[in-house]
């Protein structure tokens, strides 16, 4: 059974900062690309940042540039810095883990539970 558990979300004031983190735990072989998603009230869940076990970066056009998305492989953990932040950042921030169960396995999508953040003054 694999979890992500999700954490660091929170009320911040416009141009404020905040830090997310995402660890996954479980029985898996590996993990592929880790990201974190996006979801806005009565909206869809968009991508904000994506980065491969290699490190390559994905991010979306909205954040580039404020946010920064890293992992530390050696504890399956994701990780999202967050400055600079807007009203429109507001949402529940899903982490999501393309983890492998043997070594020659398809990739399965795993979520976490959301964490939500609040930009308001």
């Known amino acids: 059974q694999v979890q992500l558990v999700e954490s660091g979300g929170g009320l911040v004031q416009p141009g404020g900062s905040l830090r997310l983190s995402c660890a996954a735990s479980g029985s898996f072989f590996s993990i592929n690309a880790m990201g974190w998603y996006r979801q806005a009230p009565g909206k869809q869940r968009d991508l904000v940042a994506s980065?491969?076990?290699?490190?390559?970066?994905n991010y979306a056009d909205s954040v580039k540039g404020r946010f920064t998305i890293s992992r530390d492989n050696a504890k399956n953990t994701v990780y999202l810095q967050m400055a600079s932040l807007k009203p429109e950042d507001t949402g529940v921030y899903y982490c999501?883990?393309?983890?492998?169960?043997?070594?020659w396995g398809r990739g399965v999508d795993y979520w976490g539970q959301g964490t939500q953040v609040t930009v308001s003054s």
């Open positions: 999501n883990a393309v983890m492998t169960h043997t070594a």
């Open positions: 980065i491969t076990a290699s490190g390559s970066t």
